[in-house]
């Protein structure tokens, strides 16, 4: 692995259905973060985990669940998926919290809810 | 206001060209600030960072205007491979993340 890596690629979910995101870092970053993409609003935040062991919620978290056991992992889960959930998202990762550091990005997963 | 507002174009201009976007920004207790570069359905990666008044990076340079609050990134000698959507990146007004603009979209034509 290098970088980070998102699964899946992408995704056609019903509405109603539980998915899980994953996103896995190799560089031993502390901070890592969700963001969802949607055509001209651009990258918003999701939740954010400073170090393992810690979340928190960003600017749309409402529907979405975080956790971080350890450094390298950060799923973030659709308990019930809603068509609005439909969007390309994100994780990235930053070697430190603060914003002055590059946040480097995975590929996205596009997900689609029906 | 938004946090960060960038004109979403599309600017179209000839191989060779010079082209300047502003981005304006709502924070005026920012510090940093950042220009990534997305490509067609791939991830955004940093272009540049500015700290202070400027930064230049060969045929690239951001420049930071903050009693206007807004920051600008000029390309020089546009090449094919620069067509992309430039973000704008600014730090919240509160805690220590980042607000992403929506981006300009650049197209580069031979």
């Known amino acids: 692995i290098a970088g980070i890596t998102q699964a899946p690629t992408s995704q056609i979910l019903a509405a109603g259905r539980r998915m899980t995101l994953r996103c896995t870092q190799d560089m031993r970053h502390n901070a890592m973060y969700w963001y969802r993409q949607d055509l001209g609003l651009g990258l918003r935040l999701i939740h954010y985990?400073?170090?393992?062991?810690?979340?928190g919620k960003g600017e749309v978290p409402d529907g979405y669940s975080v956790s971080r056991a350890n450094t390298d992992d950060f799923p973030l889960t659709l308990a019930s998926a809603v068509p609005s959930q439909t969007s390309v998202y994100f994780c990235a990762s930053s070697d430190g919290a603060g914003s002055y550091n590059e946040q480097f990005f995975g590929p996205g997963t596009r997900l689609t809810v029906l | 206001r938004k946090e960060v507002e960038q004109d979403p174009g599309p600017f179209n201009v000839p191989e060779g060209a010079t082209v300047a976007f502003n981005c304006t920004y709502s924070?005026?207790?920012?510090?940093?600030f950042f220009w990534y570069r997305q490509d067609c359905r791939k991830e955004p990666k940093l272009l540049m960072s500015?700290?202070?008044s400027g930064n230049e990076d060969g045929r690239f340079t951001a420049q930071l205007n903050r009693a206007s609050q807004y920051i600008s990134l000029l390309i020089r000698d546009s090449k094919l491979s620069d067509s992309a959507t430039y973000l704008c990146?600014?730090?919240?007004?509160?805690?220590?993340?980042?607000?992403f603009g929506a981006g300009t979209i650049l197209r580069v034509k031979s």
């Open positions: 990146v600014v730090p919240m007004e509160y805690g220590n993340k980042l607000v």
């Open positions: 985990s400073n170090t393992a062991g810690t979340t």
């Open positions: 500015v700290y202070s």
């Open positions: 924070n005026s207790a920012s510090q940093s």
